[in-house]
């Protein structure tokens, strides 16, 4: 697999809850390299945009509510087939029907409170990537274990 990176984001739900160690963790026991991180609160424009793919929608509104609601944590993260390994940590979209041991099967109260947002595919996530953070807000960096890691 190819080295790809991938958007993670913790809703205010999960910031509020106190989650954002737990999930964080997951994800570096998996072995993903975090590049990015911030903490911030939505704005209106933000949140339209990156939900713009539901703009039509019914329940395009009360997204855009609820991600505005308060702190949200935006990550970047690194590795070999991360995009489909962290929607694998994340589950499924609805918590009821997410396996136990994922990030909304654990964690998760209700579809519209699931915690956590995963890019779903390379397009998507260089979208968000973008949208969401400045190229200079992204570190590039070796792993001091690399040497000893397989290829």
Do not use: C
């Amino acid at each position: 697999m190819a080295i790809e990176r991938t958007f993670i984001a913790i809703k205010p739900d999960g910031v509020q809850r106190g989650l954002v160690g737990e999930i964080l963790g997951r994800f570096e026991r998996k072995g993903f390299k975090l590049i990015a991180l911030k903490q911030l609160t939505l704005s209106q424009e933000l949140a339209e945009q990156h939900y713009g793919v539901h703009r039509e929608r019914p329940f395009f509104s009360d997204l855009v509510k609820f991600i505005t609601s308060g702190p949200v944590v935006a990550m970047v993260w690194e590795g070999d087939g991360v995009i489909a390994g962290a929607r694998r940590l994340i589950g499924a979209t609805n918590p009821l029907e997410a396996e136990p041991g994922t990030i909304r099967g654990d964690l998760a109260v209700n579809i519209g409170r699931n915690v956590i947002h995963g890019s779903d595919g390379d397009e998507t996530a260089q979208f968000e990537i973008s949208l969401w953070f400045k190229s200079s807000e992204i570190n590039d960096w070796i792993p001091s274990d690399q040497g000893w890691r397989k290829e």
